[in-house]
């Protein structure tokens, strides 16, 4: 009966250390993007300016709807970059502006 008690504690020791080195990772990563925060913004500007101009052009022969999403997505990118958003959000909003963008292309 103890060895079984002394097993379920273990197990739950290793997990809580795998999810704590997962943060570690996670945190090291959010904070190295923003250290290089003036080098990614210029690749992030270009390709979810131009991804979204390309879409915009197919998305106008589609619908409204369509190209209304596509800008606001773009749009949306674009204004946290100016407003000096953290790189977490700026990270996020470009990668679903970029899936939008080529999802438009594409379908």
Same mark, same amino acid.
């Given at each position: %009966?103890?060895?079984?008690?002394? =097993?379920? @504690?273990?197990?739950?020791? $290793?997990?809580?250390? *795998? @999810? ?10 959010? =904070?190295? %993007? =923003? ?7 210029? %690749?992030?500007?270009? !390709? ?5 101009? *390309? $879409?915009?052009?197919?998305? +106008?022969? =589609?619908?409204?709807? *369509? ?17 000096? $958003?953290? %790189?977490? !959000? +700026?990270? !996020? $909003? ?10 438009? *292309?594409?379908?």
């Amino acid at each position: %009966m103890d060895t079984l008690i002394q =097993e379920s @504690k273990i197990t739950n020791v $290793a997990s809580s250390n *795998i @999810k704590i080195a997962f943060n570690t990772k996670l945190t090291t990563l959010w =904070e190295t %993007m =923003e250290f290089n925060r003036f080098g990614l913004v210029p %690749m992030l500007v270009v !390709i979810v300016a131009a991804l979204g101009g *390309i $879409a915009g052009a197919f998305a +106008i022969q =589609e619908s409204p709807v *369509i190209l209304a999403i596509v800008v606001f997505s773009t749009g949306l990118s674009e204004a946290l970059i100016l407003a000096v $958003a953290p %790189m977490r !959000i +700026i990270t !996020i $909003a470009a990668s679903l502006s970029v899936l939008i963008s080529l999802l438009t *292309i594409i379908l």
